[in-house]
C-alpha cells in the first residue's frame, strides 16, 4: 500500500481481555516502530524493530505487553490481560533502512493508530 | 532520560497570523524532528532538522544544537494548521524518539 495501515481502528474490550493490534508497515521499509499515546500527551515509545536484528523492547511497560514481526512486514501488539490503564491510541510507524558506515536517521512514517478502550 | 520541553502548551490565533512553537531540551542529541498532528490523530513529519534552518512553504524550523533548543516558525496561519505540534529528539546512543507534550494550535476562522 501507500502509506502505513493499522486495524482495528477502534477496539473496545472488557478489562482482563486480550487483544491484538495490527501494523502493515510501507512496502520496502526495514525499520517499524510501536508507541502509545494517551489522551493529551505526547507519544511514548514502545518497541522497535530493524530488520533481522533483535527488537528494541525497551519501552514495553510490562510483560504483560509482547509484539513480533514477520520478516520485513506485517508486526502485531499484544496485550495480554488488559487493564484500564492500558486505554490509548496505539501507533505504529516504520522507516526505510537506517545506519551502515554512515549514520542516517530516516522519516518515520506513522499509520492512522488504533484508539484502545478498557472497560 | 533526556527532557523535552514545548512551549507553549496551547495557542489560539486568527488566520493570517504569525506563530513561533518551541522546544527545548536536556541534553545532546542525534536528530530532532517536528511533526503535526492533525485533529483526526495522523502524524505527518515536517522536519527533521538535529541543527540549521530549513524551510518548506510557510512553515520553516532552526535548531541551535550548542544551545538546545529549536523553534518552528508558522506565517500567515490558515485554518488547516490546527492540531498539535510535536517535537521529538533522538539521543546519539539509540534509536528512540522522544517526544514533547506538544503545542495545541488552534487557528480560527
Known amino acids: 500500500g501507500a502509506g502505513v495501515s493499522q486495524s482495528p481502528s477502534n477496539k473496545v474490550t472488557e478489562k482482563g481481555k486480550d487483544v491484538e493490534l495490527r501494523c502493515d508497515p510501507i512496502?520496502?521499509?526495514?525499520?517499524l516502530y510501536w508507541y502509545r499515546q494517551r489522551l493529551g500527551q505526547g507519544l511514548e515509545f514502545l518497541i522497535y524493530?530493524?530488520?533481522?536484528?533483535?527488537?528494541?523492547k525497551s519501552g514495553l511497560p510490562s510483560d504483560r505487553f509482547s509484539a513480533e514481526r514477520t520478516g520485513e512486514s506485517v508486526s502485531t501488539l499484544t496485550i495480554q490481560r488488559t487493564q484500564q490503564e492500558d486505554s490509548a491510541v496505539y501507533l505504529c510507524a516504520s522507516s526505510a533502512m537506517r545506519g551502515g558506515p554512515h549514520y542516517e536517521p530516516d522519516t518515520q512514517y506513522f499509520g492512522p493508530g488504533t484508539r484502545l478502550t478498557v472497560l | 532520560g533526556i527532557q523535552v520541553e514545548q512551549s507553549p502548551p496551547d495557542l489560539i490565533l486568527q488566520e493570517g497570523a504569525n506563530s513561533t512553537l518551541r522546544c527545548n531540551f536536556s541534553d545532546s542529541v542525534n536528530n530532532l524532528q517536528w511533526f503535526h498532528q492533525n485533529p483526526w490523530g495522523q502524524l505527518i513529519n515536517l522536519f527533521y532538522?538535529?541543527?540549521?534552518?530549513k524551510q518548506n512553504g510557510r512553515l520553516s524550523a532552526t535548531t541551535v544544537a550548542t544551545e538546545r533548543y529549536s523553534l518552528l516558525y508558522i506565517s500567515s496561519s490558515q485554518t488547516t494548521d490546527s492540531g498539535v505540534y510535536f517535537c521529538a529528539v533522538e539521543r546519539a546512543s539509540n534509536y528512540q524518539l522522544i517526544w514533547g507534550a506538544g503545542t495545541k494550535l488552534i487557528i480560527k476562522p
Open positions: 512496502s520496502g521499509h526495514t525499520a
Open positions: 532538522i538535529p541543527s540549521g534552518t
Open positions: 524493530f530493524q530488520g533481522n536484528s533483535a527488537p528494541d
